[in-house]
């Protein structure tokens, strides 16, 4: 069975820090893995995805996420926080076994003081 | 490209009425559509997949008679939420799959209900 964990439920960074927003998986076959931001009473927004390749995956924003295989992670990073990317986090995978019921992590909220 | 709106973007209706919500794709053909619910600080739940011109598949624990799901077009789908009752209040959300790109899915901005 599939399933996700974001393990923070809300992270605090100061505005030009880096920033990191966990999140671990558990797939059956090869996974794909999603990044989406919600900002309030908003729908979710696709920040990047991983599918194959580079472990390395470059986002809208200037987000960033790396795929490590042997930990079951895809951390979200950005190297400089603004205020304005303070919101909701989701982490999302399927497989790629044929279906694609996707599930979402609980989510972490992000703050960035100014 | 790949907008995704809904309507109404909200919605009061009294105990025991319907309430219909709209999610259409604006700028491409979604094969595939998804129904989520969400509750205040939880993550997405999905209700149900719907592909155009075939019946809907429920998760476990939806009601299928309760939570209505209608593809009829490439671009349209509609959840219609029967005799509704005050825990039916939420935040529902749904996304669509373009037909030539299989990873991502498109996000409407939602739906919030409340049942009075």
């Known amino acids: 069975a599939q399933s996700v964990a974001q393990p923070e439920d809300q992270v605090n960074v100061a505005e030009g820090n880096p920033l990191t927003v966990k999140c671990t998986y558990s797939v059956s076959g090869n996974p794909y893995l999603f990044w989406y931001v919600q900002y309030p009473n908003r729908g979710l927004q696709f920040l990047l995805k991983y599918i194959t390749g580079d472990n390395l995956v470059k986002g809208s924003y200037g987000f960033e996420a790396e795929f490590n295989k042997s930990q079951t992670s895809f951390h979200l990073k950005k190297p400089s926080a603004l205020v304005s990317d303070s919101a909701l986090y989701f982490c999302?995978?399927?497989?790629?076994?044929?279906?694609?019921?996707?599930?979402f992590g609980a989510g972490t909220r992000l703050f960035v003081k100014a | 490209g790949a907008v995704v709106s809904q309507h109404p973007s909200w919605v009061i209706c009294k105990s025991g009425t319907s309430v219909k919500i709209e999610c259409r794709s604006l700028?491409?053909?979604?094969?595939?559509m998804f129904w989520y619910r969400q509750f205040p600080k939880q993550s997405l739940m999905l209700m149900a997949t719907?592909?155009?011109?075939?019946?809907?598949?429920?998760e476990q624990g939806v009601e299928k008679d309760k939570f209505l799901i209608n593809h009829a077009s490439l671009t349209l789908s509609t959840l219609t939420v029967t005799s509704a009752h005050p825990e039916d209040s939420s935040f529902y959300i749904c996304?669509?799959?373009?037909?030539?790109?299989?990873?991502?899915?498109?996000f409407g901005p939602g739906t919030r209900l409340l049942v009075l």
């Open positions: 996304s669509a799959r373009r037909a030539a790109i299989t990873e991502t899915q498109y």
């Open positions: 999302a995978v399927r497989d790629d076994t044929g279906g694609f019921k996707t599930i």
């Open positions: 700028d491409f053909q979604a094969t595939t």
């Open positions: 719907s592909n155009e011109g075939s019946k809907a598949t429920y």
